[in-house]
């Protein structure tokens, strides 16, 4: 029976579990979305949370809490000026799991981790029409010079009629 075992160990040693923890993390927070099983899921998402609430309050204790478990100060910047920012009037919750179904290699559950005011950046369509536009433009600057290349050599083959 598996009474009171607090967390899942992945199947990895301690020191492995915590890099796994760490660089995954950094990832869910650099990136705010992320695909991976969802027993990884699962576990990066107490983590994450917990370093969430402690972002909503920036002060120098909690800073350096969340220090620990990030590797880049970058990445803790970003959390503590940006995402706890967002999160501050929400009281919890702050991931999403959305299943995508089991992997082809190994049959294992695939799930997005993302934080939930995450927006998908849709492909803008007014760039394309830009592209467009320009390739146009461009089409059209170069008939001028078609049209005189074709007025000379009509008017060197008129000369050379003429001269006949």
Avoid: C, W
Wanted: glycine share 4%.
């Amino acid at each position: 029976m598996k009474h009171k075992i607090g967390f899942n160990r992945l199947e990895r040693s301690s020191a492995h579990r915590k890099a796994l923890r760490r660089n995954m993390v950094q990832s869910l927070f650099e990136k705010e979305r992320i695909t991976t099983t969802k027993a990884k899921a699962l576990e990066i998402r107490r983590t994450a949370e917990k370093l969430i609430t402690r972002a909503k309050e920036d002060t120098v204790h909690n800073r350096r809490m969340a220090a620990r478990g990030l590797y880049s100060e970058g990445t803790l910047a970003k959390l503590f000026t940006d995402i706890g920012l967002r999160m501050k009037d929400r009281p919890g919750g702050y991931t999403r799991i959305i299943k995508l179904g089991k992997r082809e290699g190994d049959a294992a559950e695939m799930v997005i981790l993302e934080l939930v005011d995450y927006k998908l950046q849709e492909k803008a369509e007014k760039p394309a029409k830009a592209a467009k536009a320009d390739k146009t433009e461009k089409s059209n600057a170069k008939e001028p010079k078609k049209e005189a290349k074709r007025a000379v050599k009509s008017a060197n083959k008129a000369e050379q009629a003429a001269a006949k």
